[in-house]
């Protein structure tokens, strides 16, 4: 796999690796309300950023393929998780079935992408442009 150094990968990787950092720290404060579901934020940020870094520096098709997708977990995490942060931080105690509903939802887009090859439903056409390499 080719792999070139891409001047947009490097701050993109380093905030990816901030938001992991951020989400250890969230891990040692647990206890407080609303710090899960900051980390799961912070988790599902890092993943999206990194693996976004990695596809920036491939110039392999299948390599950027498979990178969006893994990609996909966290763009897909923060979700039920921000309703959970915003309802424990205010006191509010979190409806299982409104997390398992949007959960769900996540679980289904990230299927969706990932058999893409299937039904085309994601992305329809996928190709590099040689014109722009980023």
Same mark, same amino acid.
């Given at each position: 796999m080719p792999w070139q150094i891409s001047p947009y990968a490097i701050p $993109? !990787?380093?905030s990816g690796l901030l938001a992991f950092a951020v989400a250890q720290v969230l891990w040692r404060r647990r206890g407080r +309300? /609303? !710090?899960l579901a900051s980390m799961l934020i912070m988790v599902g940020a890092g993943i999206w950023s990194l693996g976004h870094a990695l596809e920036l520096s491939t110039d392999d098709l299948s390599w950027k393929i498979f990178l969006s997708k893994v990609q996909y977990l966290g763009i897909v995490l923060p979700a039920p998780a921000w309703w959970v942060f915003a309802l424990r $931080?205010? /006191?509010r105690r979190?409806?299982?079935a409104a997390i398992a509903f949007l959960a769900t939802m996540s679980a289904l887009v $990230? !299927?969706?992408v990932w058999l893409? /090859? *299937?039904h085309g439903l994601? *992305?329809?056409k996928v190709e590099l442009d +040689? !014109?722009?390499p980023y």
């Open positions: $993109v !990787a380093l +309300p /609303g !710090a $931080v205010n /006191g979190c409806d299982r $990230v !299927a969706f893409n /090859g *299937w994601i *992305w329809t +040689p !014109a722009h």
